[in-house]
Each structure stands twice: as C-alpha cells, then as structure tokens.
C-alpha cells in the first residue's frame, strides 16, 4: 500500500521538472510580452510630455481600481517574483542543467544566468523608485502642482526625466534622481533585454520549438534582430527623456 502509494508521488527530479518548465514560461508569457507593450507604451514619451503624462493617465484608468491591482498582481508582479527568485535558485545551485543544450555556447549560457542578476538588481531600482516612492507614495521626483479635480496623482513625464538626471526637470539632485540612474538605466534596460532575448534560445529548446540546427541558427537570428530593435527602441526614449526638454 505504502509503495504504491509513493508511486503516485512525483518524484523529486519530475517535481523540478516542472518548476524548470513553469519558470521557462514565465520568462516569455506573461513577462516578456509585458516587457514589448512596456516598451510600446513608454514609446508615448517620443510624442512629448503631454502625450506621455495621457498615456500613463489611460493605462490607469481602463479599468476600476480593485481589477487594476489585481491584474498587476497576477500578471506582472507574481510571474516577475516567481521567475527572479527561481531563477536565483537555479544561477546559485547550478541546476538543473538541461537547459545548456539550448544555448550555442557556454558563454550565453553563464552570461543568461548573469544578466538576470542585473536584472534583478535594476527591476529593484526601477520599480522602487517609479512605482513605489513616485506613484504609490506619491513623492514626486519633479515640480508637481497635484492631480486635477477628480484625477489620479499619478507618476509623471517630469518625474522620469528628473529620475533620469534631466536638469530642465531635476529641482534637485538626490540619491532617486541624477546621472546615477541614467548610467544604472543605460546598462540595466540593455542588459534585461538582452537577458530575454538570448533567453528565447533557452525557451525554444525546452519547449521543442527549435529542433535541428538550421531551426536553431534561425532562432538566434530572430533574437539577435529582437534585440537591437527593443534595445534601440529604448536607448532612443532614455536618451530624449534626459536630454530634451
Ligand atoms: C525606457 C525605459 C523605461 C521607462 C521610461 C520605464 C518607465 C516606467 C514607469 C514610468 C513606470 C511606473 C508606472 C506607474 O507607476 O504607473 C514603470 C514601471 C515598471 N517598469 Fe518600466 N520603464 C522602462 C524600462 C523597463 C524595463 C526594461 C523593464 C523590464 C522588464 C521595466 C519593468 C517595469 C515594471 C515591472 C514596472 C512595474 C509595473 C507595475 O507594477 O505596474 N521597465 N516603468
Ligand atoms: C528579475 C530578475 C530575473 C532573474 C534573476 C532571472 C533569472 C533567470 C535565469 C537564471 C535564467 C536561466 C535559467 C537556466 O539557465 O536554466 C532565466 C531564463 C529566462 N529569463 Fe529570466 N530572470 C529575471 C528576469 C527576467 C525578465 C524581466 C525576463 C523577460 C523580460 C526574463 C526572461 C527569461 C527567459 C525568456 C528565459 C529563458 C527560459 C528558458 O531557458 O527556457 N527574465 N532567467
């Protein structure tokens, strides 16, 4: 009885075969598809401050407040906690190693693990100081006269310029705004894309979306397009935000 009860048990190795899966997933959908609208919807910031300021307004009033939250939980907030702190189990324990056979050289392999390190580090930067202190405690980074009558105090062009270190916007240089962050900005945005990128290499293979080498090179290319597209993409929104007006 004892026995064929512990036969029905998952054992140990499929148990972490799942997680491996569900971390997989959680890479691509729902945190990579967040990153692509993110990026999409930060793009609002090329049209000027005002284009931008309706853009943040919009995504924040789609829905009643209570669907908001949990909608930002379930998709965003949990699935990015899920995957970090996996992921920081599988970069420290160095296990399990199935997932190298999916990247063409050992250097992408380490250099995923590490640039999700970086990840973790600037998503903490990043979303401490913009949604946390900025929206959430509304301390406002720029001059901010209040919200209009019956409007949200919501973060706003002004605050991300001045968090990057843009004088027109900084009133005053701090440890959450100044040249710091846009140096942290500038490797931190390239290096997570990149660590999403190059991790579709990873994400095709455990999923057998990638089988044979001429599938594998074709993945690579894909990615490597993926990448300068979003990276260059963001540098240009980073770069109008701390130097335009
Ligand atoms: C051009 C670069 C970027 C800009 C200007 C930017 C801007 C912002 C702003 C303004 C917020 C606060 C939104 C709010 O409080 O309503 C935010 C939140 C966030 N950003 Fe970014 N972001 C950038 C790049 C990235 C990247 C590369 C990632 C990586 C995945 C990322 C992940 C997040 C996350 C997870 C949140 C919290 C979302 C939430 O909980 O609703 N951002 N970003
Ligand atoms: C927040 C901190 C993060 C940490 C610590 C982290 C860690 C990791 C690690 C260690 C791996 C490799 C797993 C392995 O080699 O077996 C990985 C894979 C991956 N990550 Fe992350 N990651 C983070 C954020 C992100 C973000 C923001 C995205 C998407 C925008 C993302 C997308 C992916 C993808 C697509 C894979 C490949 C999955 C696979 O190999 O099947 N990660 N992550």
Redesign the pocket.
Known sequence: MAEALAAEQPSEHERSFLW?RL??????LP??A??LYHIYENMTALRGPAVYNEMVSHVNTMLPRPYFYGLELAVIVLP?LF??????H??ATGR?????Y??PSNWA?WA??V???V??L??IVHVGVLRLIVTLAGVHLAPYEGPAHGQLDLVTYADVAAHLGNPTHAFVSSPLAGNHMFAIYLVGTVL??W?????????????GLSVGRVAQMRVRWLSWLLFFALSAATLHILFVMRFGD
């Open positions: 491996r971390h997989s997933l959680s890479g691509v945190i990579g967040f990153l990015i995957h970090a702190l996996y992921g920081i599988i970069a399990p190693n199935v997932g190298r999916g990247y392999y995923q693990r640039s999700g390190y990840a973790f600037y998503l997570t894309i660590h999403f990128t190059n991790g579709l290499l990873g994400f095709c293979w455990t999923w």
